[in-house]
């Protein structure tokens, strides 16, 4: 379970949230909702541990005796594509994977760009790539990263159509394999059962 009590975060003198409570169990996928400007973003900073909250405190119980949250407990999908624009495709996933602490596993690499894109060069430099390839590649991390927790910032921003009902999948599968999935998006996924927390 993950556990959000009582968080508030400030910027300046303005109070951007106000005492969030909200818990997570596993196979549930939480919507946040809001317009813009509500702090969305800035709670699943909060979530990742990016921002250091006001007050409040955000526990993942993986065990019960000693709650915590970490960079071993989640990935964080955030609006930027983060990448090294010098580096090609490759060597940035294998990047990516290697501060996550997965060996790359090529199969697996290959596996998993058969199924984004009809046709990648992965030598091709990032910064070579089109917009929607660029957004596609994020979803890689969800594929070969292997973790209890998904932050997920606006993850549909930018993907076609076919895309799109790629990462619903993704997401679902994520979700019967007793993963717990948080996502702030513009663009309502066609997901079912979908707990929603409005920011208001």
């Known amino acids: 379970m993950l556990k959000i009590s009582n968080l508030s975060f400030a910027r300046g003198n303005k109070l951007v949230l106000k005492k969030i409570n909200l818990s997570i169990s596993h196979s549930e996928i939480v919507l946040i909702k809001g317009p813009n400007g ?3 973003s ?5 979530l990742a541990n990016f921002i250091e ?6 526990h ?10 970490s960079s071993k407990n989640f990935i964080f999908i955030s609006e930027e594509n983060y990448a090294y624009e010098d580096l090609s495709v490759l060597e940035n996933i294998h990047y990516w994977l290697t501060i996550n602490g997965v060996t790359p596993n090529d199969k697996a690499i290959d596996r998993s760009i058969n199924y984004l894109y009809s046709e990648l060069n992965i030598n091709k430099k990032f910064l070579h790539l089109s917009f929607g ?4 590649l994020r979803m890689l991390l969800l594929m070969l990263i292997d ?5 997920l910032d606006d993850p549909f921003n930018g993907l076609d159509e ?9 997401i679902s599968m994520k979700r019967d394999q007793q993963g717990m999935i948080i996502i702030a998006t513009h663009i309502m996924p066609m997901l079912t059962g979908l707990k929603e927390y409005n920011l208001l």
């Open 60 to 69: 993942y119980y993986s065990d019960l005796i000693n709650p915590t949250i």
């Open 42 to 46: 800035t709670l699943l900073s909060c």
């Open 133 to 136: 390839q660029k957004r596609k």
């Open 147 to 151: 973790k209890p927790i998904w932050i």
């Open 162 to 170: 076919e895309s799109i009902k790629k990462l619903t999948k993704i």
């Open 38 to 40: 509500s702090g969305k």
């Open 53 to 58: 909250p006001l007050e409040g405190t955000v």
